[in-house]
């Protein structure tokens, strides 16, 4: 069936050191792709995005990698901040025509002072 | 240009009680969906409407559930005769009317987290 997945449910980095957070997708039709940020007691927060016809785009400290050979999602922040802390969730079309997501279970962030 | 409001936040009902879960999208936003959020899980889709529309329904459970999103005003998720198992995270989004809907950017509002007693 159609599933998003991450490697690590929790990753624990030193402040200022880049982070790699991971996503497994297994719809290979999925052709658009999405991280989003969640603090806790908050909706989830757009971070980055990637059509399948890309694999890489970057915005301010952060960078998506997309593997379609291996349908795999990366997600890096360089430079870690405490304000970074938070589940970082990975979503995808699955080729939907009507928009709709699927989420992954999430990683948490921890960030250490 | 405030962002997707949903309200209540929080909602407590007893079992049996129905449950009234609002969403304002963000202004020029006429796409909606909504999703459920079980604790220390993703967000699972439900529903996804445009103005007076259902366009997809298929992660809506059958029975109990529904969901409008009318000309005027909000769009409602109305959960009848409410379930333990019900209790849940429920947030909206809301995307661009001219939005590509196979991809574009969703805004997700603060969601209202129902707890049923």
């Known amino acids: 069936g159609e599933s998003v997945g991450l490697h690590l449910p929790t990753l624990s980095v030193q402040e200022g050191d880049n982070s790699i957070i991971n996503c497994a997708y297994s719809n290979s039709a999925s052709d658009y792709f999405i991280w989003y940020k969640q603090e806790s007691g908050k909706g989830p927060q757009f971070i980055i995005d990637?059509?399948?016809?890309?694999d890489k785009r970057q915005g301010q400290r952060v960078t998506v990698l997309l593997n379609k050979t291996v349908k795999h999602l990366s997600l890096q922040i360089a430079a870690t901040q405490p304000g970074d802390s938070a589940v970082y969730f990975c979503?995808?079309?699955?080729?939907?025509?009507?928009?709709?997501?699927?989420f992954g279970q999430g990683t948490t962030l921890q960030v250490k002072p | 240009n405030a962002g997707v409001m949903q309200n209540p936040r929080h909602l407590v009902r007893r079992r049996g009680q129905e449950a009234r879960l609002r969403c304002s999208p963000m202004?020029?936003?006429?796409?909606v969906y909504w999703y459920r959020q079980l604790p220390e899980e993703g967000l699972k889709f439900m529903v996804y409407l445009q103005k007076e529309n259902i366009i997809d329904e298929s992660g809506m459970p059958k029975e109990r559930f529904s969901a409008e999103f009318p000309k005027e005003g909000p769009s409602i998720l109305r959960i009848q005769q409410v379930v333990r198992g019900d209790s849940a995270a429920y947030f909206c989004a809301s995307q661009f009317t001219g939005a590509d809907p196979e991809g574009g950017e969703q805004y997700f509002g603060p969601g209202t987290r129902l707890t049923v007693t």
């Open positions: 202004k020029g936003h006429s796409h």
């Open positions: 990637i059509r399948s016809n890309m």
């Open positions: 979503a995808e079309n699955g080729r939907s025509n009507t928009g709709k997501l699927i």
